[in-house]
C-alpha cells in the first residue's frame, strides 16, 4: 500500500499536466470552432473547460517552479556525491595502510614469541661453560684441531689414531690381533710390541722428561672417549700431560 | 536577488499556454487566415515543453525523496569526515629514534 501511495517523481506530474492541457485546449478550440459554425450557444460546457484550463496551467507553472528548485538541489547533490567519493578514496587509502601495520606487527610479535620460546628451550638445556670448556679442552688435547708446537715432519703423531693407538687400546686387545711389530711405517710400532731394547728405540725431538716411562708415545686411546664430561679423573690427567704446551688456560678438573 | 526572482517569474510566465490558447480564440473570433499558424504555435510550444522537462536534471524523484536523498548525503560526509578525522587524530606511538 505504501508503494501505491509513493509520490510521484515531478517528471511525471509535469507530464501528465501538460498533457491535461493539450486536450483541454484542443476540446476549448474544438467546442468554440463547432459552436461558432453551428451558431448554437453551448451552455457553460466551455466555460467548464476554460477554468480547467487555467487551473491546470497554474498547476503547471508551480510544478515547473518546483522543477527549477530541484535541479539546484540536484547540483548541490552532485557536489556532495563527490565529496563522499573523495572521503571513501580517503578510508580506503587508510585501511590498507592500518592493514599493512597491521600484517607487520603480526610478524614482528610472531618472531618475538618464536624467539622467547628459544631462550626457555635454551635455558632448560642449559650447560655450565666450564663442562664446555673441559669438553674442548679434551677434543683439542689429542691434537686434532691443531698440530702440536712442536710437530716436526717424521712425527708419528697424527690427529687420528694411528694403528699403534688403535693396537694399545681395548679393540685392539680385545681383537687380540698378532701383532709382527712392522705393521705400520713407524719404528715407533715395534716399541708399543715391546720388540725392541731401549738402546734402538728413536729419539725424536719432540720427546721430553714429560713423557711416560717405556718411551712410548703418549697414550691417549681414552681421550676420545667422548664420556660426560668431568667424571674420568685418569683421562683429566692425560689431558694434563698432553696440554703442557697447549696456550689454553684449562682450569682445574676439580 | 530581486533579478534572480523576476528572471524566475518570467521563466514561469514563458512557459505558460494561456496566452497562445487566447490568441487562438482571438483569431477565431476574427475569422483570421492566421488561425493555423497560431494553432501551429501552439503544438510546437506544447512540444518544446515536452523535451525540456525531459532534459531537466533532478526531477526523477519528488521533492521529498530528493530532500531525504540531500540529507542522507550531507550525513555521509559528515559521518566520514568524523571517521577519518577520529584516526588522524590517533596518538601515535613513540618511535625512538635510531642515533
Given at each position: ?5 509513493a ?5 511525471e ?35 467548464q ?5 487555467v ?8 510544478l ?20 563522499v567519493?573523495?572521503r571513501?578514496n ?39 661453560s ?14 686434532a684441531v691443531c698440530a ?27 681383537a ?24 734402538l ?32 679423573k ?21 | 536577488?530581486?533579478v ?11 512557459c ?34 515536452r ?17 531525504q536523498q ?30
Amino acid at each position: 500500500m505504501a508503494a501505491a501511495t509513493a509520490e510521484k517523481s515531478t517528471k511525471e506530474r509535469l507530464l501528465s499536466v501538460l498533457d491535461d492541457l493539450e486536450v483541454l485546449s484542443r476540446e476549448l478550440i474544438e467546442m468554440l470552432a463547432l459552436s461558432r459554425n453551428q451558431k448554437v450557444p453551448q451552455p457553460g460546457e466551455d466555460t467548464q473547460i476554460l477554468e480547467l484550463l487555467v487551473q491546470r496551467d497554474k498547476e503547471f507553472q508551480e510544478l515547473m517552479e518546483v522543477a527549477q528548485q530541484q535541479g539546484k538541489i540536484h547540483q548541490e547533490m552532485q557536489l556532495l556525491e563527490k565529496e563522499v567519493e573523495k572521503r571513501d578514496n580517503d578510508i580506503q587509502q587508510l585501511q590498507k595502510q592500518l592493514k599493512e601495520a597491521e600484517h607487520i606487527l603480526a610478524t614482528a610479535v610472531y618472531q618475538a614469541k618464536e624467539k622467547l620460546a628459544s631462550i626457555e628451550k635454551a635455558k632448560k638445556g642449559s650447560v655450565s661453560s666450564e663442562e664446555i670448556i673441559k669438553y674442548a679442552h679434551r677434543i683439542s688435547a689429542s691434537n686434532a684441531v691443531c698440530a702440536p708446537l712442536n710437530w716436526v715432519p717424521g712425527d708419528p703423531r697424527r690427529p687420528y689414531p694411528t694403528d699403534l693407538e688403535m693396537r694399545s687400546g681395548i679393540l685392539g686387545h680385545m681383537a687380540n690381533l698378532p701383532s709382527n711389530g712392522v705393521n705400520g711405517h713407524l719404528p715407533g710400532d715395534a716399541l708399543a710390541a715391546g720388540r725392541l731394547p731401549d738402546i734402538l728405540t728413536p729419539h725424536y725431538p719432540w720427546q721430553s722428561s714429560d713423557v711416560s716411562a717405556g718411551m712410548l708415545p703418549p697414550h691417549h686411546g681414552n681421550d676420545f672417549n667422548l664420556e660426560p664430561p668431568g667424571h674420568n679423573k685418569e683421562n683429566e690427567d692425560d689431558v694434563e700431560a698432553m696440554s703442557t704446551d697447549s696456550s689454553s688456560s684449562s682450569s682445574d678438573s676439580d | 536577488m530581486a533579478v534572480a526572482q523576476a528572471n524566475l517569474e518570467k521563466e514561469t510566465e514563458d512557459c505558460s499556454l494561456l496566452p497562445l490558447v487566447h490568441d487562438i480564440i482571438k483569431c477565431m473570433d476574427k475569422d483570421s487566415p492566421d488561425v493555423n499558424q497560431e494553432l501551429t504555435k501552439l503544438k510546437t510550444k506544447i512540444q518544446e515543453a515536452r523535451e525540456q522537462i525531459s532534459n531537466m536534471s533532478g526531477i526523477d524523484c519528488s521533492p521529498v525523496e530528493q530532500q531525504q536523498q540531500l540529507a542522507t548525503l550531507r550525513e555521509q560526509v559528515r559521518t566520514k569526515n568524523q571517521l577519518l578525522q577520529k584516526y588522524k587524530g590517533l596518538c601515535m606511538f613513540d618511535v625512538p629514534k635510531a642515533s
